[in-house]
């Protein structure tokens, strides 16, 4: 597992228990009756509705999400956790043998989850699995928008710093250029020539001059420096 996934795991489980601490705040107001009113209710829901949107917002921008396959999948497993739990709480509610076990151990968890969102039942049928089914899709659309808009913030962001970091080695304004000039922009490159491009290069034929004449110039150091070395031990001899 590298960094990246690491951190996309940290930001999956940090999603997770922040929905668990308002469930718990929301399960504290429920015994006091002033909570009853439809404005709490729709509090909860929008402060449910922020907290996945801007989670996973911040979760684009801090794991540097590049595809939109990766939020979609972050979208996801966000809410694979409870999607499991639901649908095994689905399931145990076909066998009567298993009443205690659903309501008790995994049917009051799905709905302690789903406590905050309960101001959504105004708009839908009187089923329970419906309700949660519903929240399970907004709670992942939610999640998914606040990744890719994350996503798109740091595509900006990086843009930007390029743009700074050529003003100040150029010490001039760069002109900014419109997104929509790309396409028209890299059609003119193309038409360019080479050499307008990348510094002139050395054809083969030209390479190949240029050693020759390096091994001209070192042979003819080589036989300088051997009769050199001739001379020298002839001098020797004579003494």
């Known amino acids: 597992m590298n960094n990246r996934e690491k951190s996309l795991t940290g ?33 909860s829901l929008i402060l449910t509705v922020m907290l996945w949107y801007t989670f996973s917002y911040i979760t684009a921008l801090g794991s540097y999400m590049s595809k939109k396959s990766v939020a979609v999948g972050f979208a996801l497993l966000s809410v694979l956790p409870i999607t499991i739990l639901t649908g095994i709480s689905f399931g145990l509610s076909f066998i009567r043998e298993a009443g ?33 089914a519903v929240c399970i899709a907004v709670m992942a659309v939610l999640s998914m928008l ?21 003003k100040k080695k150029s ?3 760069v002109p900014r250029i419109d997104e929509n000039q790309v396409e028209e922009a890299a059609v003119v490159d193309d038409e360019a020539p080479k050499a307008a491009k990348a510094p002139r290069r ?14 001209e110039e070192l042979n003819a150091e080589i036989e300088r420096l051997r009769k050199k070395l001739e001379e020298n031990q002839a001098k020797r001899k004579d003494e």
């Open 11 to 43: 930001y999956l489980i940090g999603i997770n228990l922040l929905h668990v601490v308002l469930c718990f705040a929301v399960m504290m107001l429920r015994r006091y009756e002033f909570y009853e009113a439809l404005r709490l209710k729709w509090a």
């Open 171 to 173: 010490g001039k304004e």
């Open 146 to 166: 606040g990744a890719l808009s994350g996503m798109e913030a740091s595509r900006k962001k990086v843009r930007g710093r390029k743009v700074t970091s050529v």
């Open 100 to 132: 205690w076990l659903k309501f008790f151990f995994i049917g009051s968890s799905v709905n302690y989850y789903f406590r905050p969102m309960a101001g959504l039942l105004r708009f839908l049928p009187a089923s329970a699995y419906l309700f949660y």
């Open 202 to 215: 050395l054809s083969a034929k030209d390479r190949e001059k240029l050693i020759e004449e390096s091994d």
